[in-house]
């Protein structure tokens, strides 16, 4: 049966489950083969060499394709090879506005890599027609936007902002990887491209590094599948096989992703060693009506800064059950320090200006009990207090 009319949870349960005629596998299988016998001369299964198309990786390509409402979708070897696919779009003197609140990673690509060939980019904060409308120039080619941003959770009017890129001639870029299509489709709202880092939510579970990339409209979709073959950071077989495994439960997850942050951010902004909370779905949250209004749920990451930058490192060396690591998205919950990890390679003016600073940490909720990782956050934090103080004594 086709699946495009069922509601999204019911298409990611069945995700690869009706593609196989011939056993009736309830897993799609894992095809290892990069080549593929031709019928007679002229003549092809559709299939000829996996760089260009592999049945796996292809009903995860539909599949994303379709729930992000684009016309096809690509799978990557990571985030990073998605967002370099998509860059190969641009070349000697093109111009890209960027979100001033960026991935490390995708700086650093825009900055130290597409700058050699002569595609420069401007930040600024895309919520800000005025900004918007000044970081424009007539070379600009696209707008890159995440909303919301990482860590300080930025919100950008999606609908708005898609539709000057529209009335300007450039693209619209979308990177979806913190609320997945389950909470938010970009290309809805007037988007162009999305790009999931799919190592994250997708995924779900910690275990695969992968990118998505889907675009709407037929001519974009043709130079998308010609550079995705041409420049060949694709997805193998086990890991397309993995990601769509882990896709199966996204809403399940999400749910809880989204329950458990709601609940923990709701503790921390009520901690008196608490500075402040960054999560969309608090009301005093800026953006929190737009948020509301082009998403249906949050994501399960927020910010949160300490009162004192003295808490952070022994805050790290308690937690327990939350695990000091990099990255987002699993099940389980991870903490960063945005300053010297994930945006290490954004310039320190630009940190500043947007607020990561060293009071700052980045909770990945997991799906975990909320009152065992409640536990252990408290637990942490007061432990640092305590060598706070006892610090103080030793040395006042
Ligand atoms: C992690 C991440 C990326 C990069 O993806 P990888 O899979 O690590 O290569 C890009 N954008 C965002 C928002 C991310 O969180």
């Known amino acids: 049966m086709s699946l495009d009319n069922l509601r999204i949870e019911s298409r990611l349960a069945q995700l690869g489950s009706q593609e196989e005629p011939v056993t009736g596998a309830v897993s799609f299988p894992v095809y290892q083969a990069t080549a593929f016998r031709h019928p007679k001369l002229g003549q092809s299964t559709g299939f000829d060499y996996a760089r ?26 990571s985030g990073m090879a998605a967002l370099q696919t998509i860059f190969a779009l641009f070349g000697q003197g093109d111009h890209l506005i960027v979100s001033l609140d960026l991935y490390g990673g995708t700086y650093r690509l825009l900055e130290r890599i597409m700058s050699r060939f002569g595609v420069t980019a401007t930040y600024v904060d895309t919520n800000d027609l ?62 162009d491209i999305v790009i999931h880092s799919a190592t994250k939510y997708l995924g779900g579970h910690n275990d695969v590094l992968a990118g998505l990339i889907v675009t709407k409209g037929k001519e974009l979709s043709e130079e998308m599948a010609f550079l995705h073959n041409s420049i060949g950071a694709v997805l193998g077989p086990q890991d397309s096989w993995l990601l769509m495994r882990g896709m199966k439960t996204l809403a399940l997850r999400m749910e809880r992703h989204q329950e458990n942050a709601t609940k923990i951010a709701a503790f921390l902004k009520a901690h008196p060693q608490v500075e402040s909370v960054y999560y969309p779905a608090l009301p005093d949250h800026p953006g929190h009506e737009i948020q509301k ?8 990451i927020f910010s949160f800064k300490m009162k004192d930058a003295r808490y952070i490192e022994p805050i790290l060396r308690h937690i327990k059950l939350i695990a000091f690591a990099e990255s987002l998205g699993g099940v389980e919950s991870l903490m ?61």
């Not at 729930?67 to 096809?72: F, I, K, T, V, Y």
């Not at 007539?138 to 890129?165: G, R």
Request: proline residues 5%.
């Open 130 to 191: 005025d900004a918007l409308e000044s970081g424009w120039k007539p070379n600009t080619k696209a707008i890159v936007i995440e909303t919301p941003t990482n860590p300080l959770m930025m919100i950008t009017d999606l609908e708005l902002v898609c539709s000057w890129a529209k009335k300007k001639g450039i693209l619209s870029i979308v990177d979806n990887t913190l609320l997945t299509p389950f909470f938010q489709r970009p290309i809805e709202l007037g988007a």
């Open 336 to 396: 960063t320090y945005p300053a010297v990890q994930t945006h290490a390679d954004i310039p320190e003016a630009i940190r500043r200006q947007v607020g990561v600073d060293d009071k700052l940490l980045r909770y990945s909720v997991g799906i975990e009990h909320a009152d065992d990782l409640i536990a252990d956050l408290s637990r942490a934090i007061e432990l640092a207090h305590k060598e706070i103080e006892e610090g103080e004594t030793v040395h006042g």
């Open 52 to 77: 260009t198309k592999s049945p796996t990786r292809k009903v995860l390509e539909e599949a994303i394709a379709q729930l992000e409402s684009g016309d096809a979708g690509f799978a990557c070897s």
């Open 293 to 300: 209004r082009q998403s249906s749920g949050n994501t399960g």
